[in-house]
């Protein structure tokens, strides 16, 4: 079982910046599909970007053009780089890891980080 430990997330102006970091154990993101999700109180949890074994970035149409999504393998790490923050943004935040032929629920996930933009 992959175990994700996600940080970085925290209040920030709209406009502001934030970066999260997700570490695993158990598994490695060169195998694995890493991604972040995001889940609002009344909201369906999304998909907000994901990288493929091969580096394949995808995005959700909401967040193109404000934030990234890397990884280094070597501290075996997924990060989203958000800029631009918008109120909207605000939800908690989830990171992901699967094996390519598995959907997103039936991967592992983290304990989720709490991205709040307000003035």
């Known amino acids: 079982q992959v175990q994700l430990v996600e940080s970085g997330g925290g209040l920030v102006q709209p406009g502001g910046s934030l970066r999260l970091s997700c570490v695993a154990s158990?598994?490695?993101?060169?195998?694995?599909?890493g991604g972040w999700y995001r889940q609002a109180p009344g909201n369906q949890r999304e998909l907000v970007a994901d990288?493929?074994?091969?580096?394949?970035?995808n995005y959700a149409d909401f967040v193109k053009g404000r934030f990234t999504i890397s990884r280094d393998i070597d501290k075996n790490t997924v990060t989203l780089q958000m800029n631009g923050l918008i109120p909207e943004d605000t939800a908690m935040y989830y990171c992901?890891?699967?094996?390519?032929?598995?959907?997103?629920?039936?991967?592992?996930w983290g304990q989720g980080t709490q991205v709040t933009v307000s003035s």
């Open positions: 158990g598994g490695d993101f060169s195998w694995l599909v």
């Open positions: 992901n890891a699967r094996s390519t032929f598995m959907r997103a629920d039936e991967g592992s």
């Open positions: 990288i493929s074994l091969s580096g394949t970035t």
